[in-house]
């Protein structure tokens, strides 16, 4: 036979071969088709429960994390988006995990004659063949085995996964379930535990680490085996350099970056707020409050730093709230939750306390409001007794003798603030702050008496900071608001603290207070407050757009030597309002605001006279408090209004919303409004005396 002979049947027997060998893959593929349809059919519906089980999450209001907590059974397994992966990351993953991910139905047919030509020379298995979406499909449904029959499983399973949730959704699932070594899942998870930052922005060494864990996590762990977590690094760089992924200049220089060696701690910013968050709604996977994330990150180390400079034991506290919408834009609960030498873990921002000085502002508005006094209203700071035995004194125990209102609330005197709260009534005092939403709680079986304008009684620096707030919105006390995510806040009447003209002038009053020592001057309206036995130092300020209130002490209750809120209190109030940015903005004056000097002022205004007494020897007879009086506003200019006193001494002047707008001899006035709504009357005698009501012109 000729040599030309022998080669064709050669070449025909190979022909042959490849036929049959053709043949051969069309009935096996067939047959895997086959096997693969009835497989479906017959394997139990997909359980995804377990798998899309989540780490809760607390985020601020741009969705920056706050803090994650680990889910049920002790697992950090952290929410992800394919979108909010470095995308070199996932260039990095498909190289070398599955080239041809977004190509394939679930199953690698290249991938699985490969592995199965390995299996025939080697006769073992050498290579899985395992595609992204049949790793999903192990993660999903583990199994211990590695046998023929959990291999042709999870290749169901995987089409299965493909077919139900897409390319992104099996994704979504391996960016989520990967394993990292110990109780760290998913790529997030991972990412914040080794490198401290989210896995948008991983550099390329750090990105090629966190492909290589998951093949074998516990063994190239890190924080337990940095060398072998090196090596697998390095290969993975390697083999995107030589798949073109990356430039092989970039992948070297990445190879000589170090790798961690230890793990970081999970973010915890605003612990108190979260776990609040978390208690409040405990089946939600994100929560979304209204911090600021950056400003909580800035005040947080300043409450820690200030409380460890004054001693130990002692905690801090700040609250920020922005003025137009009640949202709180910071909450620090303590000097260190970690910290059980300062009780940490205690939120001291809705704990019940002493607030010193720090309601004074509130006597005076009442003051201003009923128009028993102006700002600029002489008043006398002298040694004075009221009742049988009740003699207040001065912090430095001197007194001033005659002063303006302004300069007595900027001193923070004591004499003056009782003599206002005697001719307020400490019952009515009460009442408006209760009424205002603030929380109060007196001794327990006591009444409110005098003691209650310098701070004997309780209240949290939450609602403290909720009635500046007030001040600042032109007396409307806002309703806190913690989250974004929550349901929408009903709209409704707000409580008042104060009507608009009193409610700025305390606001005027307050921004002229000398700043404390050290501090840069700043035009902040501010009050400070000291307990008695110097258990809590306070201090609240505020601008037109934001009220923020600080509170140093220890959360025992137990008293410090030298803790006094204009020292410690004041300066931490002005270093976190300059961590805010920006000038303080004073609150816009209303139209009707009265300025003027105390030689101007009407005469009853122009001195508190002690023994006017009570606000009850003067009465209002008409209108009556509360009544609602039709007097046409709604269809034009509205008729007039007559005003009717009974008591009191002559000349009387009647007010309007802290404005004077009549004088008479009589106790007969009309007053002539402008339009319909809510307004305050008031009337004083020549003696000083004065009664207030409230009504609704329509």
């Not at 509130?362 to 006094?373: D, K, N, R, T």
């Not at 307050?510 to 050290?518: C, H, I, K, Y």
Request: a positive charge; charged letters at 20%.
């Amino acid at each position: 036979m000729s040599e030309r002979e022998t080669s064709a049947r050669r070449r025909a027997a190979w022909r042959r071969a490849a036929w049959r060998l053709a043949g051969v893959a069309a009935v096996s593929g067939l047959a895997a088709c086959a096997w693969l349809g009835v497989a479906l059919a017959r394997l139990p519906p997909l359980d995804l429960t377990a798998a899309e089980a989540r780490s809760p999450v607390v985020l601020d209001r741009a969705g920056t994390l706050l803090r994650p907590f680990a889910t049920g059974d002790g697992r950090w397994r952290l929410p992800l988006e394919p979108a909010a992966t470095d995308p070199r990351f996932l260039a990095l993953l498909t190289a070398y995990e599955d080239r041809r991910f977004r190509d394939h139905p679930g199953v690698d047919p290249l991938a699985l004659l490969r592995a199965a030509g390995q299996w025939l020379a080697a006769g073992r298995i050498v290579s899985g063949a395992s595609t992204l979406s049949m790793q999903v499909a192990r993660l999903v449904e583990p199994r211990g085995a590695r046998s023929l029959g959990a291999k042709l499983r999870q290749i169901a399973r995987a089409i299965e996964l493909e077919r139900r949730l897409g390319k992104d959704g099996v994704l979504r699932l391996y960016l989520a379930l990967a394993p990292y070594g110990g109780p760290v899942e998913g790529l997030r998870a991972a990412s914040l535990a080794y490198f401290g930052r989210e896995p948008a922005r991983l550099t390329l060494a750090e990105a090629a680490l966190l492909v290589a864990l998951p093949q074998a996590p516990e063994a190239r762990r890190p924080d337990r085996f940095p060398r072998a977590a090196r090596r697998a690094r390095d290969r993975v760089l390697d083999l995107a350099a030589a798949r073109g992924v990356v430039p092989a200049a970039e992948a070297a220089s990445a190879k000589a970056e170090p790798v961690p060696h230890g793990r970081k701690p999970f973010p915890m910013l605003a612990p108190h707020a979260a776990e609040a968050a978390l208690a409040q709604e405990p089946g939600r996977a994100i929560h979304r409050l209204t911090l600021d994330a950056r400003l909580q990150a800035r005040l947080e180390p300043l409450a820690a730093e200030r409380a460890a400079s004054l001693g130990p034991g002692l905690s801090a506290a700040l609250l920020v709230i922005d003025n137009a919408s009640g949202e709180v834009r910071a909450q620090v609960g303590s000097a260190g939750y970690l910290d059980p030498a300062r009780a940490g873990a205690i939120d001291m921002t809705g704990a019940v306390r002493s607030p010193g000085s720090a309601l004074k502002p509130f006597v005076y508005a009442m003051a201003f409001e009923a128009g028993l006094a102006h700002p600029e209203t002489l008043i006398e700071d002298r040694p004075s007794r009221f009742g049988a035995s009740y003699a207040p004194e001065n912090f430095d125990l001197t007194f001033q003798g005659t002063v303006t209102a302004r300069r007595a609330l900027q001193l923070s005197l004591n004499v003056p603030a009782v003599e206002l709260m005697e001719a307020v009534g400490p019952a009515r005092f009460i009442a408006r702050l209760r009424s205002a939403g603030a929380a109060i709680v007196l001794p327990k079986d006591a009444a409110p008496g005098l003691p209650v304008a310098l701070g004997g009684l309780g209240i949290t620096l939450a609602d403290l900071a909720r009635l500046y707030a007030g001040l600042a919105r032109g007396g409307g006390v806002p309703v806190l608001r913690r989250r974004l995510d929550g349901p929408a806040m009903p709209k409704a009447v707000l409580p008042r603290i104060a009507e608009p003209v009193a409610a700025w002038y305390v606001a005027d009053v307050l921004r002229g207070t000398p700043p404390p020592e050290s501090a840069l001057p700043n035009p902040l309206a501010y009050k400070t407050g000291t307990s008695y036995g110097y258990r809590d130092a306070w201090a609240v300020g505020f601008d037109r757009r934001t009220t923020v209130a600080a509170w140093l002490g220890r959360p025992d209750g137990a008293g410090v030597p030298g803790l006094v809120g204009r020292i410690a209190a004041a300066p931490l109030l002005f270093d976190a309002f300059a961590r805010l940015g920006g000038e303080p903005e004073a609150v816009p004056r209303p139209r009707d605001a009265l300025v003027a000097t105390t030689s101007a002022l009407p005469p009853p205004l122009r001195a508190l006279r002690r023994d006017a007494g009570p606000a009850d020897r003067l009465r209002i007879a008409y209108p009556p408090d509360g009544a609602r009086i039709d007097l046409g506003a709604e269809g034009g200019p509205p008729a007039g209004l007559a005003l009717k006193a009974l008591g009191g001494t002559p000349p009387l002047t009647w007010l309007v919303g802290g404005l004077p707008v009549t004088e008479s001899d009589r106790r007969q006035a009309e007053w002539q409004p402008d339009g319909a709504g809510f307004v305050r009357i008031s009337v004083l005698d020549a003696a000083g005396a004065s009664d207030s009501v409230m009504v609704r012109i329509e």
